[in-house]
């Protein structure tokens, strides 16, 4: 989503989106299906009714929305419904809710770094396509857990960022910035991804997490070799 071609023909293209689609198919079926659980669990059985609790990729996919993803890498799939008047705790559910599908994505990005490093360093196995398939993978889960995390609306961080500052949402000022956020989130949001592809901020920040979880298995596999 964040990341350009390496390739400059059309077969190399062509060839990484191949390499992208379970990425993707896994970033957004798990995204959406742990905020239709964690709904569900918070005590709003909306999403769940409509089909949306489930790992089926069909059941979330956005076709114009797929296919931006595929190609520009910028997409976005079927919001889940959500009734937060049917929380027990409003504010802490609606919070719950909001990040669960971005801790689905970093949860997947951690695991398949794993089976890399197991791949790699306990077996010989040796697959170019194998090694793509799951680099791209990471580098997908990687990136949603951090764009969804930005607080622009309709993003994740955007509700999280409602959820933290709490009271400030009901009052005259509150009302004004967020009405202000919403009504521009779009044009915002397009504003931060033009800064992103000049300045590499948000990739940066992939980078960042992945060395951190280099770092991680490095330590835990240094234990038993």
């Known amino acids: 989503m964040l990341f350009g071609f390496g390739g400059s023909d059309?077969?190399?293209?062509?060839l990484e989106i191949l390499y992208r689609v379970p990425g993707i198919l896994v970033a957004i079926s798990f995204h959406e299906c742990a905020h239709a659980y964690a709904a569900y669990k918070c005590g709003d059985p909306t999403a769940r009714n409509l089909g949306r609790m489930?790992?089926?990729?069909?059941?979330?996919?956005?076709?114009?929305?797929?296919?931006?993803?595929?190609l520009v890498r910028f997409g976005w799939a079927k919001p889940v419904p959500i009734n937060t008047?049917?929380?027990?705790?409003?504010?802490?559910?609606?919070l719950i809710v909001s990040l669960a599908g971005v801790a689905a994505n970093l949860?997947?990005?951690f695991i398949t770094l794993g089976v890399m490093y197991t791949l790699q360093i306990c077996t010989t196995i040796e697959s170019t396509i194998l090694d793509n398939i799951l680099s791209s993978m990471f580098f997908i889960n990687l990136a949603f857990f951090?764009?969804?995390?930005?607080?622009?609306?309709?993003?994740?961080g955007y509700h999280v960022l409602q959820c933290i500052l709490g009271r400030f949402t009901r009052t005259a000022s509150g009302f004004r910035f967020f009405y202000f956020f919403e009504r521009y989130g779009f044009v915002?949001?397009?504003?931060v991804l033009f800064l992103n592809a000049n300045t590499g901020?948000?990739?940066?920040?992939?980078?960042?997490?992945w060395s951190g979880?280099?770092?991680v298995y490095s330590a835990i596999f240094g234990l038993f070799l």
Request: aromatic fraction near 8%; glycine fraction near 2%.
């Open 146 to 156: 951090v764009f969804n995390l930005l607080p622009i609306p309709p993003l994740d």
């Open 54 to 70: 489930t790992l089926n990729p069909f059941a979330h996919f956005d076709p114009i929305g797929l296919v931006m993803l595929l």
């Open 213 to 215: 979880m280099t770092a």
């Open 201 to 209: 901020f948000i990739s940066s920040i992939v980078m960042s997490l």
């Open 10 to 14: 059309l077969s190399s293209i062509l």
């Open 188 to 191: 915002i949001l397009i504003a």
């Open 85 to 94: 008047r049917n929380f027990k705790n409003p504010r802490k559910d609606e």
């Open 107 to 109: 949860i997947i990005a």
